[in-house]
Every structure is written in structure tokens, then in C-alpha cells.
């Protein structure tokens, strides 16, 4: 009696402690579903096609489902996700599996449209899938296990991605917005709004396979104003470079076309220190040196049919121009100089003043900015995004006047100082989707504005946006010699691989 009592006993609490681990286990399941965005948990990501154990080609599942069978072709890529440590947890412990295929069916999306493809996420293991082969298959989740420790061993000294949707910083308060206190909305910002490659965290977490397979690699930026391109040759493992050609001035007060010179030269965006794999924590030089070359055409300027505005009156010479971007270097805000310097050269002016007796030319041989940039976003799903130039430029000019057979009779710098400058830009990016932006540029006494808005996109071919400039008349002073009453100017531009 003593016996049956004693088994009766025992299959109770057997009972009892299976009841106990499966709500553990419902449990855990529904929170990992839930609170996703919310959970510190680190993952790996694989793809069967770089090689794995045999044992994974079929994994058991519990409750005697089908197994497993993962893919192995290019466009599908594994997220294995593990808590590497916690409480009374000393070693990785393995929570689910997701199979991510990767989205390459092309949609176009018109004015605004912002249901954007997306990668197809399907849970392959749960975690009660993942405590039934610990339990029952350990070979099998030793397998998995080791693709966790590899990863760890390969990249020791690298924190390993996590899944982490939000910034869990106490110091931030996001009722009235924030800023992210690493590289994340500088390469945010130049993602959607600049004209050549910056690393994007997609790239890093698929190799950057998916984005090279659907564009050839190549990333091509073009407008009726300028043209930069690249392609993923020219990468390295800190960095990227590109080409660019431009008929736009970074500094002065004048439309596209208007300072009747093009730009040609080479970009790089470098990264340096010690975290190069960690994107939004490392540091940047993102530099640009080129050659600006005058246009010796008097009729290319009213020839153009998308400026409306006066004739220029300034002229540039033959120059050496560079940008440099730095990423909070020493923790101080972002930093950006631009400058142009040319050889001072009076002849054959593109434009002059004439009178019956005599011409006149006004020249800018150099210019130089130096501003910091300060980043703003009014909530987590970053949809306002704000950034804020704050500094001063310089530039001078020249006047020189002629006889009415264009010979140089005297020349003079009538101007040389330094100015200050602010510039505030706005993107609207609803669900990770550019829509639209608009910047404004007050400096010497004028308003230089910029809006763009997308038109359409092609998932495999690029998109396009249309794009206008806009200069004000001066404000709170007369209007000087060499400046004209402001104007406007319109185009389209193509954006493909960026």
C-alpha cells in the first residue's frame, strides 16, 4: 500500500512539474512574440550556402510536426536569436529561429505611397521548439548552439547585433523628441538625402549581398544639375568612394548653373577606429576634393530652360574645392568645412556690367564655410527628422573694370569676410519611407531654399523625385552690384543603389 501510495505520489508531482514548465513555456513564447522591439536580445545571422552541420539540413520540432528543412539560396537568410547572459545565466541559452526571405518583387509606388516591401519573416523554431531539442535532440541544438559561438569567437571584442527596437536610455526624454548620440542620424540623413553611399545597418546584416544582386552593385545619383556614381569595386573594408560632377556652388548665394562652372573630382566616406563593423559607433571622415572648371559660354545660362531669374553678375574662376564631414570627432557635434580657392584671373569675364564708356566684372576666388550639425527626430519611429546647421562663411570679391575693347584697366577686392549662416532641413519619412523634404539656408542676407518630393519608385530600377531651388532677394540691406533680384530652378532627379 505503502508502495502505491509512494507512485501515486511521485506521477502527482510528475504531473504537476510538466504543467509548470509548459505554462513557463506559453509564457515565454508570447512574450518573445509581443514584446519583440522591446527585448535586449542578441542574434546571428546565417545562410545555409556558406556550409553548416548536416544535422540542420531536417530539424525536429515538437508536438510531432513536420521538421524543419532550411533554404539555401541567396535570398534567404536565418536569424538565429540567443540571451547570451541574464540572471543566474551563465552561458548562451537559444530562443528562436526566423527565416527571412528576402523581397526582390518589384512594385512602383506613386506620389507619397508608403506601403513599402518588405523581407517575409516566418518563425521557423519557437522557443518550444528550441527546449524540445535541448531536451530530446541536443545533438541538434548543440549544432545551433555552435553557430552562436562561432559567431562570438569571430567577432570577440565586437558587441554581437541585437534585436533591441528601441534606445533604452534613461537620460532621453521622447515626448518632445531626441537625438541619437552616436553616427545613426548622420548616416540617416545623407541615406536619404545626399548624393553618394553611406553603410547602412541592411547592408551589414546581409553582407550587403541582397542590395549588389539587385542593382549590379553600381549606385547612381542624377539630375539636370549634377551626377555621382559609384560602385561596390570601389568599396573597402572602412568605407566607400565615388565620382561626382556638379554645376551647384556649396557656398555661395546662386542657383544651379548660375556660377557658370562645373565640378568634377572624387568622394570617400572612411571609417577609423576601433569599432569599423559597428556602423553607427564609428568614426567618419566623409571628404569630397574636386576641380571646378568656368564656362566660358555667355549664352549657356538663358539657353537653360528650367532657371527662372535674372542673369548672373558674379563670376568664378578655375578652383580647387573639397567638403569634409566628421562624425562627432572627441564627442563634439558633427563638424562640416567646405572650401574653393582659385588662381585670381581677370580675363574673359562670363559676365559683365556694361555702360557707354566702360565694363565691369565682379570675381569670388575664394570661399570657405565651417558650420556644426545638430540632429533632432520627434519620436522612435523617426518620421520628422530635423537637422540644423549652425556656423560661418567667408568669401570675397573682386572688382575689375575693362575698356570697351575688354582690355583690364584696374582691379580691386571691394569685400572679404567672414558671415554667419544657419540652415535648417526637414525630411518626412513615414514608415521608413522618404516622402518628402525641405531645407532653408539663410546667409548674407538671403534665404537660399530647397524643396524635394518623390514622384515614383521602382523596386529593381530606382526612383525619382522632383526637385526645386529657390534664392530670395535680399533681406535688411541694399541690394549690391554683383547680386541678382533671386530666383528659381527645377529638375528631376534619379536615385538608383542608394
Given amino acids: 500500500m505503502k508502495k502505491i501510495l509512494l ?25 518573445l512574440a509581443k514584446d519583440k522591439n522591446y527585448l535586449n536580445l542578441n ?25 524543419v528543412i532550411l533554404n539555401s539560396g541567396e535570398e534567404y537568410v536565418y536569424k538565429l536569436v540567443y540571451l547570451k547572459e541574464g540572471v543566474k545565466i551563465d552561458s548562451v541559452q537559444l530562443l528562436y529561429l526566423d527565416e527571412i526571405k528576402l523581397n526582390a518583387v518589384a512594385s512602383d509606388k ?55 527596437g528601441i534606445n533604452p536610455d534613461e537620460k532621453f ?40 544582386q539587385e542593382t549590379g552593385g553600381f549606385r547612381i545619383d542624377a539630375s539636370f544639375s549634377s551626377i555621382s556614381v559609384s560602385h561596390s569595386v570601389m568599396d573597402f573594408p572602412a568605407g566607400s568612394s565615388g ?6 556652388d556649396k557656398i555661395m548665394n546662386v542657383l544651379p548653373w548660375q556660377s557658370q562652372t562645373l565640378s568634377g573630382g572624387f568622394r570617400a566616406i572612411i571609417g ?15 571628404a569630397k576634393i574636386m576641380a571646378r572648371f568656368r564656362l566660358t559660354s555667355k549664352d549657356l545660362y538663358k539657353n537653360i530652360p528650367f532657371i527662372s531669374g535674372e542673369k548672373p553678375k558674379l563670376n ?11 562624425t562627432r570627432p572627441f564627442t563634439l557635434p558633427f563638424i562640416n568645412i567646405a572650401f574653393s580657392t582659385a588662381k585670381k584671373a581677370f ?38 527628422r530635423f537637422r540644423l546647421d549652425l556656423g560661418a562663411a567667408f568669401f570675397d570679391i573682386w572688382k575689375a573694370d575693362y575698356s570697351l575693347d575688354d582690355e583690364l584697366i584696374s582691379k580691386e577686392m571691394i569685400q572679404n569676410r567672414f558671415q554667419p549662416l544657419a540652415e535648417l532641413n526637414y525630411s518626412f519619412i513615414p514608415e521608413n519611407v522618404p516622402l518628402f523634404g525641405i531645407s532653408l539656408r539663410y546667409f548674407d542676407s538671403a534665404v537660399k531654399g530647397k524643396f524635394w518630393m518623390k514622384l515614383i519608385e521602382f523596386q529593381n530600377w530606382g526612383g525619382f523625385r522632383f526637385e526645386t531651388y529657390v534664392i530670395s532677394p535680399v533681406f535688411f540691406r541694399e541690394q549690391k552690384d554683383w547680386e541678382t533680384e533671386g530666383g528659381a530652378f527645377f529638375q528631376i532627379r534619379y536615385r538608383y543603389g542608394l
Fill in 243 to 248: 565620382l561626382e560632377l556638379t554645376a551647384e
Fill in 316 to 326: 568664378f574662376g578655375n578652383a580647387l574645392a573639397g567638403e569634409l564631414h566628421f
Fill in 173 to 212: 526624454r521622447t515626448e518632445m523628441g531626441f537625438s541619437s548620440r552616436d553616427n545613426k542620424d548622420y548616416l540617416l540623413f545623407e541615406n536619404v538625402n545626399g548624393r553618394h553611399w553611406v553603410p547602412k545597418k541592411s547592408d551589414v546584416r546581409t553582407g550587403g549581398r541582397r542590395r549588389i
Fill in 347 to 384: 580675363d574673359k569675364p562670363s559676365f559683365l556690367i556694361e555702360n557707354e564708356t566702360a565694363k565691369t566684372a565682379y570675381f569670388s576666388f575664394t570661399q570657405f564655410e565651417a558650420s556644426m550639425s545638430f540632429y533632432w527626430n520627434t519620436n522612435a519611429d523617426l518620421e520628422n
Fill in 110 to 164: 506613386l506620389f507619397g505611397a508608403v506601403n513599402e516591401v518588405t523581407d517575409d519573416t516566418t518563425r521557423l523554431l519557437t522557443f518550444r521548439d528550441i527546449y524540445f531539442l535541448k531536451k530530446n535532440e541536443p545533438a541538434t541544438y548543440n549544432a545551433l548552439l555552435n553557430i552562436v559561438n562561432e559567431n562570438l569567437i569571430e567577432n570577440e571584442g565586437t558587441p554581437p547585433p541585437n534585436i533591441l
Fill in 43 to 67: 542574434y546571428v545571422s546565417f545562410n545555409p550556402a556558406d556550409g553548416m552541420d548536416s544535422l540542420l539540413t531536417s530539424i525536429p520540432r515538437a508536438l510531432n510536426r513536420m521538421p
Fill in 7 to 31: 507512485l501515486l505520489l511521485i506521477f502527482t508531482f510528475s504531473l504537476l512539474k510538466a504543467q509548470v514548465t509548459e505554462d513557463y513555456i506559453k509564457k515565454i513564447d508570447l512574450k
Fill in 272 to 286: 577609423f577606429g576601433e569599432n569599423k563593423n559597428d556602423i553607427y559607433n564609428t568614426s567618419y571622415i566623409d
